[in-house]
Every structure is written in C-alpha cells, then in structure tokens.
C-alpha cells in the first residue's frame, strides 16, 4: 500500500459519510448509521494498510495526522447524532473532514519507514491516536458552538444548548487528558523526563488549561452562555497552535524535540 493510492479510498469514504448526511436529513437514520460507520471502515482500511506497508503507526508527519483527524471527525459525528440527533452534524464532520483530507490530497508529505529512536516508544503511537481523537472531539463541538452562535436568535433558551457541548467537551478533555498522562510516560522513556516545558508541552498545557476554564466557567450560577461558547472557540483555536501551529513558531525552530514531523 503505496499513498498514491489513498485518493481512492479518501473518495469512496467521502461518498459514503456524504451519505450518511444526506439520509440524517432526510431522517432515515438506519441509512445514516449504515452508510457513515462504512465509510469509517474504508477509511480505516488504508489506515491499517499504511501501518502494514511502512512497518510503523501512520502518525509521524502532519499528513499522517491529519489522516487520524479525518477519520475521527465522522465518527465523533456518528456518536453526537446517535446521542442528540442532530440531523445537520453529520454534514459538518463530513465537510471538515474533506478539508483535511484535500490537503493531504494537495499537500502530501514524505511517508517513509523510517522513526527515529524517540518515536519507536510504545507509548508513542497511543498517545498520538488518543490526543487525535481528542481534537476529533473538540472539533466537533466546535461546530455546534459556531452552529449555536448562529442561530442563537432562534434558540431559547441558549442555556439549554450548552449541555451537549460540556458533554462533548467532557469526552473531549478525558481523552486529552489521558493523552497528556500517555505523552508523559513517552517523554520520561525517550528522553529521561516527564516533562520539560518545551514549547509544545507549553501549548498543550495552555490547550488544557483553557478547555478546563470552560468547564469550571459553565459551572458558575452567574455564567454567560455567549461567553461560554466564545471561551471554547477561543480554546479550539489554541488547541490549533498546539497540534501545528507550532511547527511556525520561532520558539520551536532548533529547540522543540516534537518539531520532528516537519517535512524536509
């Protein structure tokens, strides 16, 4: 399995997801569930063809993130439909998770066999998956809160939409979390420390520490449901200086042991 060949299977999986939310509109939801968790397996057929081929997890470079991330989106949507049934987020997960897969499309990168002794740690490959599965989740809820601040002329109370984001983002800071703790024990193996306060680790504790202000801030009896949603917006957006954006900070150039998944 070569990454030539992830076009196709990008395409089957993005007709079958664009099925799934079509048929969440139209309420056919067996159609839905079917067509969408397909999709899923396709996707995750060249994933686990990719891991065959390179000998090593697809989670090295950006690309092979982004394709974790395009995969966790459909199915972080399925679970919110499943749970709140709501007939357009499968429509979103869809069409973000097409971003993604576009600039892997558009933007490949070198996928070789090679890992550097850093990343052969066993604890490497599922605190990557794990935090990807976080950001799947924070994603989404970062479209219902767009979604929410939208509409908010026509939802009331605005409150009472607020519940299934602190679920979503409930999931979404457990998962990091453990993301977090498995990154950790990686360090301690690879490079003799938990922690170092190298700049990624910096941006990963701010992304925490910012979704944990949402969560306490929701707690308060004198909370402002807005301001809730701003507060996560702004999460998502540093969560996004976390995962890449700090391949482009100054700070990190020479001096970040995780800028290694920059292409050369």
Request: charged fraction near 10%.
């Given at each position: 399995?070569t990454?030539?060949?992830?076009?196709?299977?990008?395409i089957?999986?993005?007709?079958l997801?664009?099925l799934?939310?079509?048929?969440?509109?139209?309420?056919?939801a067996?159609?839905?569930?079917t067509?969408?968790?397909?999709?899923?397996?396709?996707?995750?057929c060249f994933?686990?063809m990719?891991?065959?081929s390179?000998?090593?997890?697809?989670?090295r470079?950006?690309?092979?993130t982004r394709?974790?991330?395009?995969f966790?989106?459909?199915?972080?949507?399925i679970?919110?439909y499943?749970?709140?049934?709501?007939?357009?987020?499968?429509s979103f997960?869809?069409?973000?998770?097409?971003?993604?897969?576009?600039?892997?499309?558009?933007?490949?990168?070198?996928h070789?066999?090679?890992l550097?002794?850093?990343?052969?740690?066993?604890?490497?490959?599922?605190?990557?998956?794990?935090?990807?599965?976080?950001?799947?989740?924070?994603?989404?809820?970062?479209?219902?809160a767009?979604w929410v601040?939208?509409?908010?002329?026509?939802?009331?109370?605005l409150?009472?939409?607020?519940?299934?984001?602190d679920?979503?983002?409930?999931v979404?800071?457990?998962?990091m979390t453990?993301?977090m703790?498995?990154?950790?024990?990686w360090a301690?193996?690879?490079?003799?420390?938990?922690?170092s306060?190298?700049?990624k680790?910096?941006?990963?504790?701010?992304t925490?520490f910012?979704?944990?202000i949402?969560?306490?801030?929701?707690?308060?009896?004198?909370?402002?449901?807005?301001?809730?949603?701003?507060v996560?917006?702004?999460s998502?957006?540093?969560?996004?200086?976390?995962?890449?954006?700090?391949?482009?900070?100054?700070?990190?150039?020479?001096?970040?042991v995780?800028?290694y998944?920059?292409?050369?």
């Amino acid at each position: 399995m070569t990454w030539e060949q992830f076009i196709y299977f990008a395409i089957a999986a993005v007709l079958l997801w664009a099925l799934g939310a079509w048929a969440a509109w139209r309420e056919k939801a067996a159609v839905a569930y079917t067509s969408t968790i397909i999709g899923l397996a396709v996707f995750f057929c060249f994933i686990l063809m990719m891991w065959i081929s390179l000998e090593r997890p697809p989670l090295r470079t950006m690309g092979e993130t982004r394709l974790w991330y395009s995969f966790f989106l459909p199915l972080a949507g399925i679970i919110v439909y499943s749970r709140w049934k709501y007939k357009w987020i499968l429509s979103f997960s869809t069409v973000l998770a097409l971003v993604f897969i576009c600039v892997n499309l558009f933007k490949p990168e070198i996928h070789s066999k090679t890992l550097m002794p850093a990343l052969q740690s066993p604890w490497f490959a599922p605190h990557v998956i794990v935090y990807m599965f976080a950001y799947a989740i924070f994603g989404v809820a970062t479209l219902m809160a767009l979604w929410v601040l939208i509409k908010k002329q026509t939802i009331s109370p605005l409150s009472s939409f607020l519940y299934p984001l602190d679920d979503l983002v409930y999931v979404g800071l457990a998962f990091m979390t453990i993301g977090m703790l498995f990154g950790a024990l990686w360090a301690k193996e690879a490079w003799g420390h938990y922690w170092s306060w190298d700049p990624k680790e910096t941006w990963a504790a701010i992304t925490w520490f910012a979704y944990l202000i949402y969560v306490h801030y929701r707690q308060l009896p004198t909370h402002k449901p807005k301001l809730a949603l701003w507060v996560l917006l702004i999460s998502f957006v540093l969560l996004q200086v976390c995962w890449w954006g700090i391949n482009y900070l100054p700070s990190a150039q020479g001096s970040s042991v995780h800028v290694y998944s920059m292409p050369s």
